[in-house]
């Protein structure tokens, strides 16, 4: 299987041979690739180098912490990357923005309202959790809609609290 | 003379004090909270009493339900470790009054240094400068505290009252923003404290925050260990600190100290406690505030004097006189202290919460790890995101940067978003390195992705693992979903299964 991997704007391919043996970029690789005890920690040995990173997937990148940097990679096969670029990337901007929680905590204040015009940067939202208030902004301009929860309640971790459009 | 001490408090400082009790031959009582049943301070303890549910206010803030643990299970005396009730004077009373012994200060002390109006007039009175604000003359509303604004000058502080830990705390730039950020201000004071009051106070450009630990006996024996150098700090949260400071020399040490000494005895102090200081470029010193307790950061000091702090503790409230005096105290290389934090470095510090799958704590030589968490401990919202200190010890600054790089490197933590990788692109800037850092620096002139790192990147590897990772996913998936993949031919299992129900 052919793969287009894509970090910070550079394009790698890299073939999956078999379990041993990768192309990237053309050139023919040996790796030793394990997962480490079940963690979403994996261990990669190519020629004698020995790395170690904690891979996450986030929508539809994959998150590569190693020694401390953070990747943030696209992964895509041939059809997949032509399906994407026939799209044209028109569909960017598009449709609402719905601000989830991004841990559960106690909704402290709203200080916008429905139908409000937000500005990208101005807060929507403060969220109280392990004693810290953190306010949550709005992505892009946009108009609120649909505040779903109160201040003072709980709330959930990924729970959609209200929405941009 | 009391055996058995009980301990006020919850995760790596609960442990902490356990062990310094368990060197001690001493007894040991933990409490939690609903939440911390299986958390390691109760593991640790020889006796464990439930307080109530998750929430503070309903666990480690009832005092009451804490001194009743403390006569049941006959514990002679109560640690209150930091945070919590550690700076309530009527807490401390309450448990003189129960016939226990707070290691820690005299409640009138803690009064005097809590009320920081009393606070600043005693240094004051000592010779020490203090920074222009409002907090002497109490509490104040709005319309007032904007009037005495435009006195003071821009930029300034608004803190809490009854605050520390820069909860409730905002800055103002100008008299415009001021309103917007002193309700926002009160609305987090009343939220974390109870008591919405707020104060203003100059802010020092440039400024260092270094702080002094004393020790004080029933004797009047009153000594100073040192300095910390806390600069480094995020929305007035520190991150990472160390001693000594590279910014201060043996004379400067020594003004601060004899200072410092001089603030614990104008409150007749007893126990451990810190003197914070603002220190401008020029080496300008003012008194911020005391801390009447023992300090997260309290090991640093440690590994530098190889005094144990907490054990002092133990022993003045004990009635014994300090283990040393001023010039038994010898200063030895250099420690770092980095707290590990439950949150997301590349989200805008966002806390994480969630279960630890897998944990790996850096060892070897000179590393210290204080922690309260282990792997399969769940990190909960109710309380502070701090889940560990990572500390190392070395010769030279140089070799303590050296040492925590390897130390970081070596830190696994999985399942909760964690700093370390702030941690570890610190230790490669060249201003940290250089010891070149303010209180402003961390938010104003430093950036996760423009440090120039020592280590170098390797997008390729990167795009290698997750490519192979992505490739087994999607093998994974069709395996599940393809029939065909079970370990014998398909004819034959539809035989089998026809046999089978016939």
């Not at chain 2, 020889?46 to 514990?75: C, Q, T, V």
């Not at chain 2, 007035?236 to 000494?261: C, I, N, T, Y």
Request: aromatic content about 6%.
């Amino acid at each position: 299987m052919k793969y287009i991997a894509t970090i910070d704007g550079k394009e790698y391919t890299i073939e999956v041979l078999d379990e041993r043996h990768i192309r990237l970029d053309g050139q023919l690789l040996e790796v030793d690739f394990t997962q480490v005890s079940g963690q979403p920690v994996y261990s990669l040995i190519i020629n004698g180098q020995s790395f170690e990173a904690y891979v996450h997937r986030d929508e539809d990148e994959w998150e590569v912490l190693m020694s401390g940097h953070q990747y943030r990679a696209r992964i895509e096969d041939e059809r997949e990357k032509r399906l994407r670029l026939a799209g044209g990337g028109a569909a960017t901007q598009t449709g609402p923005y719905h601000l989830k929680a991004p841990m559960p905590g106690l909704v402290v204040a709203i200080p916008v309202q429905e139908g409000q015009e937000v500005k990208k940067g101005e807060v929507l939202l403060i969220l109280e959790s392990m004693k810290m208030q953190n306010e949550l902004k709005s992505p892009r301009d946009g108009v609120v809609q649909r505040i779903r929860v109160q201040p003072g309640e709980n709330v959930e971790q990924r729970q959609t609290l209200l929405s941009v459009e | 003379m009391f055996n058995k001490v009980l301990i006020a408090n919850r995760g790596e400082i609960a442990v902490r004090i356990l062990r310094a009790c368990r060197e001690l031959g001493l007894e040991t009582v933990a409490v939690y909270s609903e939440a911390d049943r299986n958390a390691l301070h109760v593991r640790y303890a020889d006796e464990a009493y439930l307080l109530g549910p998750a929430p503070s206010r309903e666990s480690y803030l009832r005092g009451d339900k804490i001194i009743e643990a403390a006569l049941k299970s006959g514990a002679g005396a109560i640690h209150p470790g930091y945070g919590f009730l550690a700076e309530r004077a009527d807490f401390a009373q309450a448990v003189l009054d129960a016939g226990l012994v707070f290691i820690g200060p005299k409640p009138s002390a803690i009064a005097a240094m809590g009320d920081k109006a009393i606070a600043r007039a005693t240094v004051r009175a000592a010779g020490v400068p203090v920074v222009p604000g409002t907090e002497d003359v109490g509490n104040l509303s709005d319309e007032e505290l904007l009037e005495r604004a435009k006195s003071i000058g821009f930029p300034l502080l608004i803190k809490a009252t009854a605050g520390g830990g820069g909860k409730g705390m905002r800055e103002v730039r100008s008299l415009e923003e001021m309103p917007a950020l002193l309700t926002a201000a009160r609305r987090e004071a009343k939220a974390s404290f109870g008591d919405d009051n707020v104060y203003l106070e100059k802010l020092i450009v440039g400024a260092r925050h270094i702080e002094i630990q004393i020790l004080a006996d029933t004797f009047g024996n009153v000594i100073h260990l040192g300095e910390r150098e806390c600069s480094l700090q995020r929305r007035h949260q520190k991150l990472l600190e160390e001693s000594p400071s590279p910014f201060v020399d043996d004379d400067l040490r020594q003004r601060m100290g004899a200072v410092a000494v001089q603030a614990a005895r104008a409150v007749d102090y007893v126990n451990a406690g810190t003197i914070e200081f603002l220190v401008d470029k020029d080496k300008n010193f003012y008194f911020l505030e005391m801390n009447t307790r023992l300090q997260v950061e309290h090991p640093v000091t440690e590994l530098v004097t190889g005094i144990d702090i907490v054990k002092e503790q133990i022993r003045i409230a004990r009635g014994r006189q300090l283990s040393y005096s001023q010039e038994d105290v010898r200063f030895k290389g250099h420690a770092i202290e980095c707290r590990i934090n439950a949150e997301d470095p590349f989200n805008n510090f966002m806390p994480s919460t969630g279960r630890i799958t897998h944990m790996n704590i850096p060892s070897g030589p000179g590393i210290r790890v204080d922690t309260g968490v282990y792997a399969g401990f769940e990190i909960t919202p109710y309380y502070d995101p701090m889940i560990a200190k990572l500390l190392v010890w070395g010769e030279t600054r140089a070799q303590a940067i050296l040492r925590m790089r390897r130390a970081l490197e070596e830190y696994r933590l999985i399942g909760v978003r964690t700093n370390i990788p702030f941690h570890q692109t610190m230790m490669d800037s060249h201003r940290f390195m250089g010891g070149q850092y303010d209180t402003r620096f961390v938010e104003e002139r430093f950036r996760m992705e423009e440090v120039e790192r020592t280590a170098p990147l390797r997008p390729d590897v990167a795009a290698i693992i997750a490519t192979l990772v992505a490739d087994r996913e999607t093998r994974l998936a069709a395996q599940i979903i393809r029939p065909a993949k079970r370990d014998t031919s398909n004819w034959k299992w539809v035989s089998r299964w026809e046999r089978l129900h016939r």
